[in-house]
């Protein structure tokens, strides 16, 4: 089954209308899954705090002649309620619509242990990978509840192994949040498809910038784990909700078979 969704390529152009908010969508997984999700017909609006990488996704996918994307800069470590509300708000006036919600940004501080841990990079952890969905899941679920087929895909990374810290502690949260929103959306009138993916180690600039002594070419490229981000996305996936995918550690040679198409 894992195999399965590493190779799944869907039908162009199966997400044809539908509006997606994809977070982290200016460099690693985000960036890939933006790309895919264009590439098949989706409106994405890119949320990310980094602005110039935001609009060299923009410019690859308007390059590659896809649907043109919104870009949304936010950065979830400052933001608050009133923000998310507004970011609603002008989905709703721009597009009238919102069909599927990639929750894929998230910040590692550092390694450390809990009797060392800096608060501060504690609370911040938590804000970013837990309150900031939190937030968006809030002020997004009225809008996917009006849409006719509903999804919501979570990059999943709990850990708790040693120096993980806040990073794993927070990321247990998310896991814990997505359940719950998973059980509230599981059957009509509102059912929401909500499943979670940990594709493990990825080759991104968080990975890198945390295992500077790790060989990246052994890691696979975010490019080759949209598969899945793109199964679970799509009407394909049907009524599959509540599953959590882990692939363990791809190896370097995983190539997404739509990269040949």
Not at 56 to 74: C, G, H, M, R, S
Not at 119 to 146: G, S
Not at 215 to 220: D, G, H, I, R, S
Request: charged content about 20%; some cysteine.
């Amino acid at each position: 089954m894992l195999q399965e969704l590493l190779n799944y390529v869907p039908d162009s152009p199966v997400l044809q209308d539908r509006v997606i908010v994809v977070t982290g969508a200016a460099s690693g997984i985000g960036h890939a899954v933006a790309v895919a999700y264009a590439r098949f017909g989706a409106t994405v609006v890119l949320l990310d705090k980094n602005v110039p990488a935001l609009e060299a996704t923009y410019d690859k996918i308007v390059a590659a002649d896809y649907p043109e994307p919104a870009i949304y800069p936010l950065d979830l470590g400052k933001a608050n309620q009133d923000d998310y509300a507004l970011m609603a708000e002008k989905i709703t006036e721009n597009f009238g619509r919102l069909d599927g919600l990639v929750l894929n940004a998230a910040w590692l501080a550092a390694f450390m242990p809990i009797k060392l841990h800096e608060v501060d990079l504690w609370a911040e952890m938590f804000t970013i990978n837990v309150h900031a969905n939190f937030l968006i899941l809030k002020n997004c679920l009225p809008l996917l509840e009006k849409a006719p087929d509903p999804a919501i895909v979570v990059s999943s990374d709990a850990t708790s192994k040693p120096y993980y810290g806040g990073y794993g502690a927070s990321k247990a949260a998310l896991d814990a949040l997505t359940d719950l929103v998973m059980t509230e959306y599981d059957t009509p009138p509102h059912f929401i498809r909500v499943n979670r993916i940990n594709t493990g180690p990825v080759r991104t600039s968080l990975r890198t910038m945390h295992y500077p002594g790790e060989n990246q070419n052994t890691l696979v490229r975010p490019e080759n784990v949209v598969g899945p981000y793109l199964y679970f996305m799509s009407p394909d996936a049907g009524q599959r909700t509540g599953e959590a995918i882990d692939f363990g550690r791809l190896t370097a040679d995983t190539v997404w078979l739509g990269n040949s198409v």
